[in-house]
């Protein structure tokens, strides 16, 4: 379906509505105006009946020759009056005299109304009096035992009178013209619309290139916005995801090359083994030492992706409780109290008594745990770890330094990428798994906070975060 065919569509179903509307407006106006001057005529006609009563009231008089006179000196063109008594017997008849031959008027539309309701009239009737069609209406004045009646025939006069005033009819031609004009410009610009979605629809469910010309420039309007606005927001999307699979591949290879170093030196071990059958015990226990201790390694990376998966798929679907951080750091003190002891390193905890937070309690604890251990791995031996806590309305506040060796600045923006590591070298040989921090940032980011590494002012490294302490 092309623009023009979907613009087509669009101007002549809107159109037909205007169309109708224009139309029932026209017939509504028209009865309308109608009624209008048909009532109109009708008040001039009861008024010149209401008239010739009190005239005739006040003579005394309602003898034929004294109703002629009135009628001659209020002369109307081409008006006919005629009265009955209110049992529609002709009593005057300004057009015929033979009052014996005109047959009784009760049977009258406009005389039944009158002796009914005081008043009532019939828009065109041919007469059986005098021929001819006229407009008659009709007045019942009760205490002089009377019914005026005032008739005009149906003659060009009185038909153009009646006739309804054609002027608003150009009037809706005019204004249904400036519709269609205004609604062919919009049609056209949502059509221009249309055609351009429809071609980035195509374009995006066959893969290909959005950064052409036709996708670049779109009406100056809100459907035009909102359309850059889709593109855009799906170029980014498309962007984010590209960047998603670079990182994936990074970190599948990153895994990859993580879990050869392990997997490589169990294997040399056991293949020297295998191979060596009169290898003395000593060495042999020494190699298996060795494979346990790099079998420990790979326990603690398998660990530690799993860990950092489960944050990125399950996020929401980690149980949270009441967790109390300061007896959380108080367990992990005692469990590192001896690998501390032997690097002569002390933890100054200086959180108050409670710190109680909602969260996850295992990714709670993993967060001072990892730090704990990257400190004890890294900072030096000597070393004083610090950890203080500040309560805010709606979070807590945290500082975890050392003054330790630290690392160079160039280094801080990327302590928490996964398998980022300072020294290589070193920290494979101290069995680190290049997770920790990783680690630290998700479980951060969990608890609807936030980290920072930055230099100590006394030396060593210093991590500045902050955990909600109700994250739904």
Not at 375 to 398: M, S
């Amino acid at each position: 379906m092309n623009e023009t065919l979907v613009g087509r569509r669009l101007f002549w179903g809107v159109m037909s509505l205007f169309i109708i509307f224009a139309a029932l407006f026209i017939v509504f106006q028209q009865s309308r105006e109608k009624e209008y001057k048909i009532e109109l005529l009708n008040l001039k006609l009861q008024d010149y009946n209401a008239r010739m009563a009190e005239a005739l009231q006040y003579m005394g008089k309602t003898d034929e020759s004294t109703v002629d006179g009135y009628v001659k000196r209020h002369h109307f063109p081409h008006l006919r009056v005629t009265i009955t008594d209110l049992d529609g017997k002709v009593t005057y008849d300004s057009r015929r005299k033979d009052y014996g031959n005109i047959p009784n008027h009760s049977d009258r539309t406009e005389i039944i109304s009158a002796i009914s309701n005081g008043k009532g009239y019939d828009i065109s009737r041919e007469s059986h009096t005098v021929g001819g069609d006229y407009f008659y209406s009709a007045t019942r004045f009760k205490a002089q035992h009377m019914v005026i009646r005032s008739a005009l025939p149906y003659n060009n006069e009185l038909t153009q009178s009646l006739k309804t005033d054609q002027h608003y009819l150009w009037f809706t031609a005019i204004v249904v013209i400036i519709l269609a004009v205004v609604l062919y410009r919009f049609i056209h610009r949502l059509g221009a619309v249309i055609t351009k979605l429809r071609l980035f629809a195509s374009r995006a469910d066959n893969n290909e290139s959005l950064d052409t010309e036709d996708l670049v420039a779109f009406p100056a309007n809100e459907l035009g916005e909102i359309s850059e606005h889709i593109i855009k927001l799906y170029k980014r999307l498309q962007k984010t995801k590209e960047e998603q699979n670079v990182l994936k591949r990074q970190l599948t290879q990153n895994i990859a090359h993580e879990l050869k170093t392990p997997v490589a030196s169990i294997q040399g071990y056991l293949e020297t083994i295998l191979n060596n059958a009169n290898i003395d015990s000593d060495t042999r226990e020494q190699f298996l030492k060795r494979c346990y201790a790099q079998s420990q390694r790979l326990t603690s990376l398998l660990g530690d992706i799993s860990t950092l998966n489960r944050m990125d798929d399950g996020a929401d679907m980690i149980e949270r409780s009441s967790v109390d951080i300061a007896q959380t750091v108080a367990q992990i003190i005692k469990e590192t109290a001896l690998e501390m002891k032997r690097r002569n390193m002390t933890f100054d905890c200086r959180l108050p008594e409670t710190v109680m937070l909602t969260g996850s309690p295992s990714m709670i604890y993993s967060i001072f745990r990892n730090l704990t251990d990257n400190a004890i791995a890294y900072a030096g031996e000597g070393t004083v770890i610090t950890l203080t806590a500040e309560e805010k309305p709606d979070e807590w506040r945290f500082t975890f330094c050392d003054n330790g060796t630290g690392v160079g600045s160039e280094h801080l923006g990327r302590l928490f990428e996964r398998f980022y590591r300072v020294d290589k070298g070193r920290s494979r040989k101290l069995g680190g798994t290049g997770l920790g921090l990783a680690i630290v940032k998700n479980a951060v980011i969990l608890h609807g906070g936030g980290i920072n590494a930055s230099q100590n002012d006394g030396g060593g490294l210093r991590f500045d975060f902050f955990m909600k302490k109700n994250k739904h």
